[in-house]
């Protein structure tokens, strides 16, 4: 048998086909640059893209916002378990429970068919979102705030958060952000639950392990970093220029930085960069994002190294005071349109995915009687 070529981190191969999204030649979903979708479109409209393939007419997307704001809401004994989490349970672990819970409630759970799935994905979609803001308002020991109908995805987050109505501009940035965290071809994420659908298990169990990938501060844990970075470096630019030097120094890793496929810069944290500083400015205090563009231009010029989709996300949420916490499970509100597409897309021409390990262990050896063994 011959020994495969071997890539560490499976860095630049190509492991699948998709019609979903492409990094080459900048972001694109379904043929659409993620900059004009984040311009022209709002999350709902893009989920809709990502899960039906064509963007919505404004007949579809009403159907398909109403379809999914009926869906807005947790089985009261998941609700119940949710307030008998741990005062601990961090909100990203409770929501990686919760949607693991779901599939008992739905009764389509172990139905593959493509239709089943988008069903499934619709109510995944919708359900997301208020487990956060269930859980939010659990946890500090209030009632949950029921989902708004009338409101777009996004709108009814917040609103469920903060029981007023959000204006427009934090609804549009927020959207944004969700546009651009929605999909991104073969990330860790993605790929785990492509892996977990490949099997012929289940939506359900491919979110579940997705959300358990998105955690890790090498992904989507890094947006939850990067207010601890700006207070960490000190507030001011002068003071942030020397605390980043220090600590590439100390080879650290400053989260919101780098990329395993984007070396020259990731467009999406182009395009989000802005809504961040409108947001600071309408909380009246921009300290962190000239500290952010301080930190930026010392990253470019000692390492080359530029930000990542959660350097400027990780800002605009704090400029909205929501809490460091729920950042990672807003990227998984707005990433449950990609995944669900994945899993769609995998298991209507399904193969297996089994790669090879390049085996490093001890030569054949005989197995010793265990009074002989050292
Ligand atoms: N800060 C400082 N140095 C870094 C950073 C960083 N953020 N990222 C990479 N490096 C350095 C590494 O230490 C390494 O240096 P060395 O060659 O001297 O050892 C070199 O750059 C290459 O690093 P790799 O880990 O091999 O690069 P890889 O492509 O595997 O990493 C990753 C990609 C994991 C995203 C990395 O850049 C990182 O850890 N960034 C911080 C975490 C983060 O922001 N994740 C979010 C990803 S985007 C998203 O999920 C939306």
Not at 91 to 98: C, E, G, N, Q
Not at 247 to 253: C, G, N, S, V, Y
Request: charged share 25%; aromatic share 8%.
């Amino acid at each position: 048998m011959t020994t495969p070529a071997y890539s560490p981190g499976l860095e630049g191969v190509i492991a699948g086909e998709t019609a979903i999204c492409t990094v080459e030649g900048g972001l694109s979903y379904r043929g659409y640059f993620v900059g004009d979708l984040a311009e022209h479109c709002s999350f709902d409209e893009v989920a809709y893209l990502l899960l039906y393939g064509e963007l919505p007419t404004a007949a579809r997307l009403t159907a398909f916002q109403a379809r999914v704001a009926a869906a807005r809401r947790l089985p009261p004994p998941l609700r119940d378990f949710l307030a008998a989490l741990p005062k601990w349970t961090t909100p990203l672990d409770a929501l990686r429970t919760v949607v693991s819970g779901l599939a008992h409630f739905d009764q389509d759970a172990s139905d593959n068919s493509h239709d089943a799935n988008v069903r499934k994905a619709e109510r995944l979609l919708a359900q997301i979102p208020v487990a956060v803001a269930d859980h939010y308002s659990l946890s500090r020991g209030t009632t949950p705030t029921l989902a708004r109908q009338d409101l777009s995805h996004s709108a009814n987050f917040l609103y469920m958060l903060r029981r007023t109505d959000p204006s427009p501009e934090e609804v549009k940035a927020l959207d944004v952000s969700l546009i651009l965290y929605a999909e991104h071809e073969f990330n860790a994420s993605t790929f785990a639950a492509r892996v977990i659908a490949s099997t012929l298990s289940d939506l359900h169990s491919a979110v579940t392990g997705a959300i358990g990938a998105l955690k890790g501060p090498l992904h989507g844990g890094a947006n939850e970093k990067v207010v601890d970075i700006l207070t960490a470096a000190g507030g001011t630019p002068e003071a942030a220029e020397g605390w980043v030097r220090g600590a590439l120094a100390r080879k650290e890793r400053i989260m919101g930085f780098g990329h395993r496929v984007y070396k020259a810069g990731d467009v999406r944290a182009d395009i989000l960069k802005s809504y961040a500083r409108k947001a600071a400015e309408a909380a009246g205090s921009v300290a962190l994002e000239d500290t952010a563009d301080a930190i930026e231009r010392v990253m470019a010029a000692e390492k080359n190294m530029h930000p990542n989709l959660d350097w400027p996300a990780g800002r605009l949420y704090h400029a909205m005071k929501l809490e460091i916490p729920l950042y990672t499970p807003i990227f998984a509100m707005s990433r449950i349109a990609g995944w669900s597409a994945h899993v769609i897309e995998q298991l209507d021409n399904n193969r297996l995915i089994r790669p090879r390990a390049l085996y490093k262990g001890p030569d054949r050896r005989p197995v010793k009687p265990i009074g002989e063994r050292g």
